[in-house]
Nanobody, 122 residues
Framework: QVKLVESGGGSVQAGGSLRLSCATS???????LAWFRQAPGKEREKLAT???????RYAESLKGRFTVSKDSASNTLYLQMNNVKSEDGAMYYC?????????????????WGQGTQVTVSS
């Protein structure tokens, strides 16, 4: 059964760092993986994708502050958030598109975790 479980959210001061984790089942881990976020009243925003071979792509709005990675030993997806800004406060979701391994930025992700909340304080 494909599962995605996010963790690592919480409160962080502006300028600080936070690392989100997404524990995945093997079925999800072998395919396209991504991080999204959604703030209240805003549309869901795609932040980063990672292909099965490790190729990464990011939203330009992040300007290099976030890094996506994955660990095959634990089937875990990560999002390292640095220099966090107030506008980064949102619910963060990991997603997978089983059956699709490349060009993941264009994948129509259809498997989602429950989300983890990030709150930024000034």
């Amino acid at each position: 059964q494909v599962k995605l479980v996010e963790s690592g959210g919480g409160s962080v001061q502006a300028g600080g760092s936070l690392r989100l984790s997404c524990a995945t089942s093997i079925d999800a881990f072998e395919y396209c993986l991504a991080w999204f976020r959604q703030a209240p009243g805003k549309e869901r925003e795609k932040l980063a994708t990672i292909d099965s071979d490790g190729f990464k792509r990011y939203a330009e709005s992040l300007k290099g502050r976030f890094t996506v990675s994955k660990d095959s030993a634990s089937n875990t997806l990560y999002l390292q958030m640095n220099n966090v800004k107030s506008e980064d406060g949102a619910m963060y979701y990991c997603a997978s598109y089983p059956g699709y391994r490349s060009n993941c930025w264009y994948a129509k992700f259809d498997l989602w975790g429950q989300g983890t909340q990030v709150t930024v304080s000034s």
